[in-house]
């Protein structure tokens, strides 16, 4: 997994609440058995029109918007827990994702895989979307050890809460398992008392 | 302080406490499938590690497969190489599997309860999110994400901060023609597609407790559908009979010691929830969706609510082809689709079967009727329950998750309106461009026969 320190960069706008996995990417193109490639689908049904044709109205196709930030209503990742949601984004070259409310297991999936969910206020999300809107150049800075989130060029910012061992686990470029293979011999222990009925 | 059924079940799973908020949770059965394993099996070659526990750990093939002719090779070659590698991967590393052509193969999720894997205490993981079906019996189960499968694979445990607990209490007698199906839309309905996020939930009270299993299954197989971790219900007597004599159900002393067990397990009378919700069973009639996620969801008599009232309404609507303030009586469809791990088990097919019989669908719908196991295929051929479906001009197919996501052949074409049995009803959910409308199998069934959105209440006087 990647390191995650500061990440200071344009953002891209989805100004659209509860956006579910189908949507970030649709099941029939779950069929990959590896974790790469996914990126070229992200947003599939928004972003292209049936005919295949790049869809000019949707956010990823309008040359305004760029950034590795992307932002977007709240409820994001309802749904299906398919963790090739978390696959897209990151492989499409966003590195965080910025909401007032985050589904619990694209959340952990996000965590999982080095793509960092903010979670800021429905008012701080409001400001965000009204500066990409005033000007698509404006700059955001999240900084992962100081858990804040800046507007740059302005005074406005926020702090945001994240699991301290996530936080730990993203700076550091860890996952769960080098963590939880470590522990080996309490788990043993524990399944010697464990009964399962 | 007493606890909460959840509380006991999770807390008897800590392995250890590692930091704030973060514990080491042991997983007593994990359930794979094609789509979410291959990335996490890789990993373990990668790691040159083999899988903890492999009578823990079972797979079977059901998102991807085929409905028909599932003696041939897979024709579609994406398919057929997903379903490969879990084979391969299944040998390479020692699980037992239920593939395609096998007696046990079915929707992971309905499997699990009929071979007696699922059974009251356990902490059960999968990766799907539909695996809070398991919790009908008293289990502690939720869907996780691929590098999570893996974890499991690895350790036998997951690194997880313990949710809030919620209660939803349904007290009185339901409605002739009103099922567990529609109780959960309803709540849904009233509590929104995030209204659960954090929580783990349990369903309690009388309307609750007067549920077969089956029907208990379908209310908790949808709590993601409002953003919970999982839901769940006190195991009691109906459960016991559910369990008893299943193949993997504890036999003979086994048996006995497990009952001891499992009757220990529910919310002490001065446990304390997060948050508290009572609904009445009387107010639940039939549900319908009108919109693209689960929670637009109305009883059927009623009108589509003024777009302004509700964010997302207006989007919805338009992908929807329906108008705000439109009744849904009378909305003419093109597909019924019976079946997914929320209601494909025999029980939903018995009651199609009793409401369709001698009667036949209109002649513009299509209906598909696909059971969720080998087994309801078996037990349904059995009862006749096929010749009743094929007298109706229904197609009964062979199991799998078919139409409920469209991984495999069983699309529905761009615009048509599809009165599906599943669990969701996102934007391009059956297909590219699908209008799906969630609502239980009978009113399914009666959207078959009738070729609109009808009442079915009106059918059973
Ligand atoms: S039937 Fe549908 S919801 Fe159930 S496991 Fe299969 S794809 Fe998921």
Redesign the interface.
């Known amino acids: 997994m990647d390191k995650f320190t500061t990440l200071n960069s344009t953002a891209v706008p989805l100004p ?3 956006i ?1 996995t ?2 970030i990417i ?3 193109f ?6 790469e490639g996914f990126g070229d689908n992200l947003f599939r ?1 928004w972003r292209y029109t ?1 005919g295949e044709q790049p869809n000019a109205d949707f956010v990823l196709n309008n040359p305004r918007y760029r950034g590795q930030i992307l932002v977007a209503g ?2 994001f990742g ?7 949601a ?1 696959w897209a984004i990151y492989d499409y070259g966003f590195r965080a994702v910025v909401s007032s ?1 985050y ?3 694209f959340r ?2 996000a965590l ?2 080095g793509l960092l969910p903010v979670q800021v206020s429905p008012a701080f999300l409001d400001q965000i979307f009204r500066h990409i809107e005033q000007d698509p150049s404006t700059h955001f800075t999240i900084d992962l050890q100081a858990q804040q989130i800046s507007i740059a060029g302005t005074e406005l910012s926020e702090h945001f809460d994240i ?3 996530k936080k730990t686990c993203m700076i550091n470029g860890y ?3 080098d ?3 470590n ?2 011999s ?2 043993e222990t ?2 010697k008392q ?4 | 302080m007493g606890k909460t059924l959840f509380d006991k079940i999770w807390d ?2 800590i ?2 406490d ?5 514990q ?1 949770l ?1 997983i ?1 059965r994990h359930f794979i499938h094609e ?2 394993s ?2 996490a099996f ?2 373990l070659r990668k ?1 040159g ?1 083999p899988v ?1 526990s492999t009578a823990q750990t079972i797979a079977t093939a059901d ?2 497969v085929p409905t028909v002719n599932q003696h041939l090779p897979i024709e579609e070659p ?2 057929r ?2 379903v490969d ?1 879990l084979t391969q991967n299944c040998a390479e590393f020692g699980v037992e599997l239920f593939g395609l052509g096998h007696p046990n193969q079915g929707i992971v999720h309905v499997i699990g309860p009929e071979l007696g894997l699922t ?4 902490t059960i993981v999968c ?3 539909h695996t809070s079906t398991h919790g009908a019996f008293g289990t502690v189960a939720f ?6 499968v ?2 499991v694979l ?6 997880q ?1 313990k ?1 809030l607990r919620m209660r939803i209490n349904i007290e009185g007698t339901l409605s002739k023609g009103v099922l567990s199906k529609d109780i959960i839309l309803y709540i849904i309905s009233k509590l929104t ?2 209204g659960g ?2 929580y783990f939930v349990e369903y309690a009270g009388s309307a609750i407790r007067s549920l077969s299993m089956e029907a208990r299954m379908t209310i908790c197989n949808m709590s ?2 409002m ?1 919970a ?1 999982g839901g769940l219900i006190a195991p009691d007597e109906v459960t016991f009979d559910y369990l008893k004599g299943r193949p993997h159900a ?1 036999a003979g002393q086994a048996w006995d ?2 009952l001891r ?2 009757k220990s397990l529910y919310s002490d009378e001065d446990a304390l929830f997060d948050k508290e919700y009572h609904f009445r069973a009387e107010d639940i009639g039939p549900m319908v969706t009108y919109g693209t ?1 689960p929670g637009m969801g109305l009883v059927v008599d009623q009108h589509i609510p003024d777009a302004e009232t509700l ?2 309404v207006e ?1 919805a609507l338009t992908y929807m082809g329906l108008q705000e303030k439109q009744a849904m009586l009378g909305q003419k469809i093109d597909y019924v689709f019976i079946g997914s791990c929320t209601n494909s088990r025999i029980e939903d097919l018995r009651l199609v079967a009793d409401f369709v019989k001698g009667k036949e669908k209109a002649s513009h719908v299509a209906v598909f009727v696909v059971p969720g196991s080998k087994q309801v295929e078996h037990q349904a051929k059995a009862e006749g329950l096929d010749q009743i479906f094929a007298a109706a001009g229904f197609e009964f197919r062979e199991p799998g998750c078919s139409a409920c ?3 495999n052949e069983d699309k529905i074409p ?1 615009g048509a309106y599809c009165v599906s049995t599943s669990n ?1 009803n ?4 059956q297909g ?2 699908a209008r799906t409308i969630l609502a239980s199998p009978l009113t399914a069934a009666a959207a078959a026969i009738a070729g609109n959105i009808v009442d079915v209440r009106t059918f059973l006087h």
């Open positions: 659209i609440e509860d579910d189908d949507q649709p099941a029939r779950l069929k990959a058995t590896t974790r049904d049936q709240r409820n309802c749904g299906s827990s398919r963790e090739h978390a409310f589904a619990d297991i952990g999936n999982n895989n699991d301290p061992y996952d769960d398992i963590y939880l293979l522990k080996r309490q788990i524990f399944e464990h009964q399962i009925y | 008897a799973h392995v250890e590692v930091g704030p908020g973060t080491v042991y007593d789509v979410t291959p990335q890789d990993g790691r590690i903890f998102h991807n994406l398919s190489h997903q590698m059974r009251p205490g356990m990766g799907d999110s869907g996780i994400g691929t590098s999570q893996e974890q690895a350790t036998q445990c997951l690194l901060s949710p597609t995030s996020n954090g993601i559908e953003g971790r504890p010691e497990a067990y499992w996620n964010p997302g989007k996501l469209g991984m761009k969701r996102f934007e391009g959910r590219p461009g």
